[in-house]
Each structure stands twice: as C-alpha cells, then as structure tokens.
C-alpha cells in the first residue's frame, strides 16, 4: 500500500499522554492517499544499510543515514528495514539518541513509527487507541535529541514495528545527516538501595530506613513503589526514602519488594527478601524452681526459648557463668543437666539463664535450686559409768536445712522433736540397772535425708555406792563389794585408795603429811592427807583448821586477794574481805601494801614520818627513809610537804592552777583539783575566786549579804557593798533581788514578758514563766493582766463587784470602778448587766423588743430569755396583749373565743378580741371552722369580705370576685359594692326595676333610682342603705290594680328602705313583663321580681 503523507502540527499537551519525552515540537503524520498533491509530502524510509545492526542481539543498533528530498519521487511504505522487532507481551518501548546534522539545508525531516498492520497504538497502558485513519504510531519535527516511543498491546499478539525518518521539505534535493542509536526497550528500570538503606540479611528493628533509585536504559523512570507482603506501603515519584515502622509487625520474616516503572510502562521488581522483623527480647518459658535430695537427682533443668534471631546463651550459676554457647535455632531447648545439678553442695543455688538475639535484646529467667545433702554427725566416744550415777551423751549434728531428731536407747524412743541445728543431748537415767545400753541419735533434714551415731554405755554394778565397782573390789583392791568403809575407819574405801591409804585397815588416826591434821580429819575436811599445805598460804593445814579456822583448801579463805599467812602476818583477819581497808592509816589498802611489800599494822615501815601511803602516792620508797630528801627542788622537804599535804615535786600539787599556799590560805585542799570547787557555796569556783580576787572560803567577800556568786553572774561588785542598789531599775533593791532569787541586771527574770515587780506584788513566781497560767481563776492569763494593769491574783482588780474577765470581755475598765455607768443607755448600770447576765453594749440582751431595763425594773421579766416563762409565747406578746408573761397561761382564753392563748399567739390573733380581724366571724370559727384568716376580713384578697361570702354560699379560700353564680351579668365583687345578694338575678336597666304581677293582670313597670355605688367598707356601705328615700314607680299604660303593700315588702326585704311609693297612673293589675325570671312570694300567687344592676 502506497500513502501520502499529510502533516499537521498538534499541542504538545496533547502528546504527553502518549509518553513522548522530548522538548521538541511534536507533529503526527496522517494517512494520504497516492496522489502527489504536493512535493512536500514525499516519504524516504531508512534502508538497511544506513543502520549498523550488531552481531550479537543486545537490542541496541546505531544509526547512520542520510536523508534526501526525493521529489517528485517517494519511497515505499511496505518495506520492513531494521531496526524492526517482532514481540509477543505487554509493555514495548523505543529509545532515539540522534544528532542531526541540518548544514544540507534540509530542516522537515520526521521520525515516526509504524505498527505491523500500519496502525498506531499510542493509548494509555493497559488500552489500544487505533485512530480511523491514523497508522502512525509517533512522528516529532527531527532534531537532535532523545526519543521515546512506548505502548502497551491488551491482547497477547504479535506485533511488529518499524521506524522511518522522512523528509517533507519544500526544497528538493537537499538532505539532511542523522547518527545516533536506538534502543528497544522491554525490561523494567535498575533498582539498586543507598549505603544508608536497610540491606539484604539485615535484621530490622524498630524504625529502619529503606533507599533506592532506579535507572533505565531508555526510557525515563515515572514511579517507584514499596511493596510490604502483598500491600503497596507507599508510593514515590522519584528516588525512595521510605521510613518503616517496624514495631507494628510481628516478629518474624517479612517479604519487601521495591519496584519501578518506566515511561513505557515497563516495570522491575527488586527483593530484599524475607527481612526478619525482631522488635522483642526472646521469650523464655519459665522453669520451676528444683529440690535436689542428697545430690541425687535423674532431672534435668529446661528453658524453652524462641526468638526470629537467635544469637547465644549465657547460663550463669549464682554470680559465675556456668556455660554460654550459640543458639541458633528460633526455637529452642537449653538445659542445666543432672550430672552438673548433683555436685551441687548443700545450700540455696540459683542457676540464670540470659538468651540473646542478633539485635542484641536480652532475657533472663532464674531458677532456684536447693540442693540437700545428708547432716552431718560426730560419735562420741563409748563410756563406763557406776549403776545410779547420771550422765549425758552431747552430739553435735551439722546440716544447712535441719528439720528433725529422734533419740532412742535399746531402739525405744526416748526423746524427739525439732532440730534447729544445734547440739543434741541425750541423757543417761541414774535408775538403769548395770547391764550395756545403746543410745542411738537420727537426725533429719526438710528432705527427710538423715544421719545416725549410737554410742554404748555400760553401767557396772557398785552394790556399796562407793565409786568403786564389785568387780575392782573383789579382784584389785580386796575390799568389801557391799561396805564401803572396809576397815571401819570412817574413811571410805575409794578415799583412802585414791591418797595411798589401806583401806582394809583402821589408820584414821594416822598423819601420813605431820600437818598436825589426822587422816580421818583431812578426808573430813576435804584436804589431801599427803599435802601439809594444800593451799600453799604458808599455813599448814592443821593450824588453819585448829588455830585459825581459815580454809586448808583456799589461800585467800576471804577472797580478798591476799593469801591467809600474810593476814596473820600483819595482824588482818583471813577470814574477812579487808583488802579495801587500811588498818594502819597510811592511805595504802591492805591490799596495796600486800602488793608492794610494805607492812599492813605499820604505816610507816621505813620509820622516816611519811606515811607508806603519802611516800607511795608520791613517788617516794616507803621502804627508805628520805625524809630529809628535796626532789622537787621547791624548798620543802619531803617532809614539810607531807605536813602541808603538798607535792613534794611540784609548786601547784593538784595542777588546778591555784598555788599550793593560796589554797592552804584559803582553807583549799592544795592536793586535790578543786578549781571547779566551791568551798563557800557561794556559786562562784574557786579557781574564779582566785581570778577575781575573793575569797573562796567566805561566801560574802564584802559583807553586803549577798553572795559572792550572785552579786557576779548579776553584774554586781563581790568586793564592794552594793546592797542598796538597783542595777536594773526594776524598783527592787538589789540586796531585795537576791532574797527574791530575782535577776538584778533584768527586770523580767523569767523572761515571761512580766517585770519582776509585778510578778512579786501579784503573788506569781517572777522566776518561772507563768504568762499563760491564771492565778485568780478570771480566765484572763497573767500576761494579759499585766499588759491590761489589772490583778493577776484578784479576779476583781478594781472592786466594783464585776469580775475583770467580764469587764475585759465589754471592754470597760478593769482598774477603775465603773459599776454604776449605764453604757447602753438601757436603764441599767453596768452592774446591773453583770448580775443579770446582760449585754452592757445592747439595749436589748434577748432580743424580744423590750429594753433590758424595763424587763428587770418595770416587768420583772428575764432580759436574757424572750420568754420568761418558758410557756412560748414571747415576753413582748404576752405584755402586748395584757397577758401574764411570767406565768405559764397557755390555756388560758381572756377573749372566751374558743382559742386559747397559745392557739391565738400561733395563729396571731388578739386573745383579747374574738374577732380580731372585725369581719363578724369570730376567730375560732375562722380557726377551726371556715379555714379562713382571722387577721385578714378578706382572706382570699378578692375584694370581699369573708363573711359576706359565707353569707351568700361563696367561696372565702378562693379568688371568685368575677364570678356571677346568678346570671344576671354582675360579678360578685360588683353584687358586694352594691350591696345586693349575688344568688338572685336582676333585671339589667338603668334603674332599679321592681315588678309585680298578678294572674291575668295587664303588665306594669315601675323603678327606684339608687346611687352609683364604689367599693366601700361595711360602714359605708350601711350609710349607702339608708341613703335610699325615695322610689318613683311608673306604671305600664295597660295597667288596672297595683298591690303596693307586696311591693313594699319586696323592697325591704332586699334591704333597702322606701319611705315612699308614688303611683303615676291607676291600674288594676300588673303583671310580668316577661323578661325578668320570677321569685314567688305570698302564698296568693302573686309574684314579686326584683333586680338590681349598678350603672
């Protein structure tokens, strides 16, 4: 098929769609037909030799043409050149990188493609647009550039392209140079991630950053796109920075998928694989805590572990680590085996297992196991012991968890209970007969594990109790088995054997030691009969028990700590404590002098006038004399030292900074510190008295009286009489302040913000803080009295018979007798308000309206309670009304109105009026009958009065003034003013019209004009009645008779009063006129009508 080219230009908007990528003017070239209309519509496609096709098909082919203006000539369209492909599929795509080379003067030339049936398919991926007529799949104006040519096919055919350049240009035979490449294009962009992205195997954890770009090698690329399992996270239009939470996802694998897509619709995935999620430490099934009996345990110690990252374990034993390795398994069982579990020692073991994963999460379970071993137990020694004789058997068991023990002799129990850890004791009774026993101890651990030793007692036979066995006696010592006393000596066998006697023979009286001691005596006296002196007091032991009566056992028969023969050496007694006593006065113990050497019945041994004690004391020998000797070198002898009591080593003997003589000058002990002294007791030491030049043994160093010590710490002068003074200008003298105990340089010396004057004048202690106590009981503390001047010891400080608390409380003056002011004004003086418990600063203490002063001075009523005689009506009310207000008259009724006092104050009604509103209803039956207001005429404020409206059947609770229970068009309040009955209508004309009919009678009319009423009172309306005096009557024309007296009484009887009737024309008869309903009156039949209307 031949065709003719027709160009026409388009918008480049237009083209974009078509994903055309180039800045270049776009144009599309149309079907023609094959008429040469015009030169400029000549075609020249490619031919095969002006394009380099490679040998290897790599789908990139280069270009080389040169273009020329066939005209009038043109190439043929139904030739296939290369580069062509043929493709079965979806996405296809073209690239063009050509220069062109224009200088041939050519500049129409046209690069557009061709489908295999000559159509285009330039719609939207996914769709086939196949114009009517158009077969070009794109065509641009040439110009070096980049092309892109991409579509997409819907159905799976094979389809066949093909690429032209065409020149259209008016002039002919010029050309035009294109070079340059094409590329086809069927493969989605290169995705690759950036160093900073999450990578291939890594682990993600938390939030993790995912990074990538993407290239084409043609065509452009339009999107990329994040694909997490099988959902689209999240799109992009250029290079992806994707932030991915983690922490959302299970732990685990989870498919990521990056994918791009290119201009022509081509597409790529790139996998990071199944990305293991890890946001958890790993999961550790606790293991339960182990009990392992006597290191022998089959059980083996598990954790179940999981974790999607798995790394290594550490199992840790106590404070050690017991094993680590690596733990590769998602799943996992570690364990502690039972080989390792039973070398465990007794005790309380906790085994730790930590697991690891790969994001470095950790966990840790701990496990505790104790492990038991058997207790421990020692074997005491087995023993002989003579039958009747007690003794014990102590064990010591050892175990971390003891629980229990049993304790049994020959296998019978014998003693058990709880075991605690500590030694056991079984004991031996002295009532077992000889024979061998077995004493055999078990003891338990909480685990029920044990430990047991048996020890063998034999007891022998001692028929005599005498210490020794039979069998000794019979076969060593040929005593007597059942006398203990074989020889009849008086000592026994077992004695006489142990100290070397003859126990077959009498030797009592024998003296084996010649301590003047027989033998009988020393086993009575419990010595040994081959030791003279058995307690080495240089005593023999016959003398200390005939002579002395010291004990031949004990050195020191008194305990004193010195032995028996230096006692009665040195005249002591050995059988009284007296080391502590001095028996010969030289201030040395007996038991010093014992100690150093020197003799306890002389106190001086070595005869030079000291003392042993004061030569002791001071370094000096008592056993020399050196009385004559100066160590101190101070020019006393030793000896005059001793005489004054002085060192003889040093001027102030006693270092209490006071010279030796001034102490002996002042009556001091020059050998004792008494610096912190006080010899006067005058309060002041006497290293102060040294200092400031008093005397330390007079407590009054100038004779005022005072002592030393006060007149110092008070800032006095101790040297100079100053007894008249008044240092602290508080009005007591000095010498006053020191009796009293007072400060003299602080008026205030208890600091209780009250001068010491006042205090002493008002009976307080000025030495302890008494400002809050209240010494004359008036609720007014101390300080305050003082701050205020009055008494503290006298509730009445000024005597006006009104206690200051009450005062203060009124503010009246507490110092000043105002008992006779009336501060209220209320006729009663201050003391009045007192002794009738008042308020001095209100006329009316209660309240009730009454003056206190009327109430005390005129009524004899109770100015502090309303109602004085409690019967509660109120003092005021019960005066008002003339009533006793201090008696109980509640029941009383004055007014004789059914209401008793009590009723008539609740209902506030005068008990001295039985109609205390003056409606005509008295009040009781306003009370207790009508429920109406007895202070009120009109209770429902209607504008009627309640009696009126009983009177006439109305309503006297209720507002019914504009009701008309008669008809007659005048509402009750109206029917009130006018003083008219509202049960009985009333003609409506402008007079009073009253008329009278009589059977048969012709009708008659007459009137009687009336004032034109306004409410009124009763009174008022009374006068109104009267003011009636005239009525003028007029007669119908047809009228014969007229009964005037019926008329009469008709009118009077509604109240009113005619003093005169005129008849203006004679009838006969009258009757109705038929407007006005009737009301019967005599028994003759007449009728008489009356109405009333106020105009």
């Not at 939470?245 to 990056?258: K, L, N, Q």
């Amino acid at each position: 098929m031949r065709h003719k080219c027709r160009i026409a230009p388009v918008l480049l908007g237009l083209l974009l769609p078509l994903v055309l990528f180039c800045c270049q003017e776009v144009l599309i070239l149309q079907e023609t037909d094959n008429s040469f209309e015009s030169p400029v519509e000549q075609a020249i496609t490619l031919k095969p030799t002006d394009i380099a096709k490679p040998s290897a098909d790599d789908e990139t082919y280069s270009v080389d043409v040169t273009v020329s203006n066939f005209w009038p000539r043109g190439g043929t369209w139904d030739d296939m050149f290369d580069p062509q492909r043929s493709w079965t599929g979806t996405n296809y795509g073209w690239c063009f990188n050509l220069d062109v080379d224009d200088t041939g003067g050519m500049h129409n030339v046209f690069l557009f493609a061709l489908d295999q049936e000559g159509y285009d398919a330039m719609g939207t991926p996914g769709s086939i647009a196949i114009p009517p007529e158009e077969h070009v799949l794109m065509k641009a104006t040439l110009v070096s550039g980049h092309y892109e040519f991409g579509w997409v096919f819907d159905s799976a055919t094979t389809e066949t392209v093909r690429f032209i350049i065409s020149n259209a240009d008016t002039a002919p035979w010029e050309t035009v140079h294109v070079t340059g490449s094409v590329t086809w294009d069927r493969t989605g962009p290169d995705i690759s991630l950036e160093p900073q992205s999450l990578q291939i195997g890594e682990i993600a954890s938390g939030m993790e950053l995912i990074c990538a770009t993407s290239t084409d090698n043609c065509f452009s690329v339009t999107r990329m796109w994040i694909t997490i399992e099988t959902q689209v996270d999240e799109e992009f239009h250029g290079e992806i920075a994707y932030s991915w939470d983690t922490t959302t996802r299970e732990d685990g694998p989870i498919a990521v998928w990056i994918q791009a897509e290119d201009a022509a619709g081509n597409w790529a995935s790139f996998g990071l694989g199944y990305v293991v999620v890890d946001n958890f430490a790993p999961n550790i099934t606790p293991a339960a805590d182990m009990v392992i009996p006597e290191g022998n345990t089959t059980e083996t110690l598990w954790w179940e572990v999981h974790d999607t990252t798995p790394s290594y374990y550490e199992i840790w034993l106590d404070s050690e680590i017991l094993e680590t390795d690596v733990w590769n398994e998602s799943t996992s069982w570690l364990s502690v085996t039972n080989d390792t579990l039973n070398t465990l020692s007794e005790g309380l073991w906790t085994f730790t297992l930590k697991a690891f994963d790969q994001v470095g999460h950790t966990t840790s379970d701990s496990v505790n196991v104790i492990a038991y071993t058997a207790p421990l137990i020692d074997s005491p020694l087995d023993f002989s012991i003579l039958e009747a004789t007690e003794s014990n058997i102590t064990w010591t068991p050892f175990d971390l968890y003891p629980d229990s023990f049993v304790g049994l002799r020959n296998g019978t129990t014998i003693s058990n209970g709880t075991w605690s850890g500590n030694p056991i004791t079984l004991y031996v009774d002295d009532t077992l007969v000889p024979g061998v026993y077995n004493y055999t101890l078990t003891v338990y651990d909480e685990v029920g594990s044990k430990a047991t030793d048996t020890v063998y007692i034999t007891i022998l036979m001692d028929s005599d109790l005498d210490g020794i066995s039979n069998i000794d006696e019979i076969g060593i010592y040929g005593t007597d088995p059942f006398n203990n006393d074989t020889d009849f000596d008086l000592m026994p066998d077992l004695w006489e054997i142990q100290y070397g006697l003859v126990p077959t023979a009498n030797d009592s009286l024998g003296d084996l030691d010649s301590d003047n001691l027989s033998n009988v005596d020393e086993f009575f006296e419990g010595t040994d009969p081959t030791d003279d002196d058995c307690d080495s007091d240089l005593l023999p032991d016959g003398d200390e028990v005939h002579l002395y009566s010291t004990d031949p056992l004990d050195w020191d028969s008194d305990d004193d700590a010195m032995d028996d023969g230096w006692e009665i050496a040195n005249d002591l007694n050995p059988l009284l404590n007296d080391a502590a006593d001095d028996a010969d006065g030289d201030l040395l113990s007996n038991i010093i002098e014992y100690t150093i050497g020197t003799f306890a019945n002389n106190n001086d041994s070595d005869f030079d006038l000291m003392p042993d004690g004061w030569e002791y004391l001071n370094d000096l020998n008592p056993l020399l004399n050196d009385s004559a000797d100066d160590f101190d070198m101070d020019g006393l002898l030793n000896l005059h030292e001793f005489q004054l009591g002085t060192l003889p080593n040093t001027n102030d003997t006693d270092l209490d900074s006071l010279p030796d003589a001034w102490e002996v000058a002042n009556d001091l002990n020059p050998c004792v510190d008494d610096a912190s002294g006080d010899l006067d007791l005058d309060t002041l030491s006497n290293l102060l008295e040294y200092l400031l030049g008093t005397a330390a043994n007079s407590n009054d160093s100038d004779f005022d009286l005072m002592l030393d010590g006060y007149e110092y710490e008070n800032g006095l002068n101790p040297l100079v009489d100053d007894s008249a003074g008044d240092l602290d200008m508080d009005t007591l003298l000095n010498i006053e302040e020191f009796y009293l105990g007072t400060a003299a340089n602080n008026s205030d010396s208890d600091s209780d913000l009250m001068l010491d004057p006042y205090e002493v004048d008002n009976d307080l202690n000025p030495l302890v803080d008494d400002s809050g106590g209240d010494l004359d009981m008036d609720t007014l503390n101390n300080l305050l009295e003082f701050t205020l001047g009055s008494l503290a010891n006298n509730n009445d400080s000024d005597s006006d018979m009104m206690p200051d608390q009450w005062e203060y409380q009124w503010g009246f003056n507490l110092t000043h007798d105002d008992s006779g002011d009336d501060f209220d004004s209320d006729f009663l003086t201050n003391l009045d308000e007192y002794l009738n418990g008042c308020n001095p600063h209100s006329t009316d203490s209660d309240l009730d309206t009454i003056i206190d002063g009327l109430e005390v001075n005129d009524y004899g009523t109770s100015p502090t309670s309303s109602d004085s005689d409690y019967d509660t009506m109120p003092d005021p009310w019960e005066i008002q009304y003339n009533l006793n207000p201090l008696a109980d008259d509640t029941l009383e009724d004055p007014d004789e109105d059914l209401l008793s006092n009590i009723q008539e104050f609740e209902y506030k009604t005068n008990p001295r009026n039985r109609d205390s509103d003056a409606d005509s209803l008295t009040d009781a039956d306003e009370v207790l009958i009508y429920h109406t207001n007895p202070n009120q005429e009109d209770s429902d404020f209607d504008g009627m009065d309640d009696a009126w409206e009983l009177q006439y059947g109305l309503n006297p609770l209720q507002d019914d003034a504009m009701g008309d229970p008669d008809y007659d068009g005048i509402n009750n309040l109206r029917e009130y003013d006018l003083g008219s009955n509202p049960r009985i209508n009333a003609y409506s004309g402008i007079f009073l019209s009253l008329g009278v009919a009589a059977i048969g009678a012709v009708g008659v009319s007459f009137s009687v004009p009336i004032l034109r009423r306004q409410r009124r009172n009763r009174e008022e309306r009374e006068k109104l009645r009267l003011a009636i005096s005239r009525v003028v009557i007029k007669a119908g024309k047809r009228g014969e008779n007229l009964l005037l007296s019926e008329l009469v009484s008709a009118v009077k009887a509604d109240g009113y009063k005619v003093d005169e009737i005129q008849v203006e024309r004679e009838i006969k008869h009258m009757v109705d006129d038929g407007r006005i309903p009737g009301l019967s009156r005599p028994d003759d039949g007449t009728k008489v009508v009356i109405c009333r209307q106020l105009t």
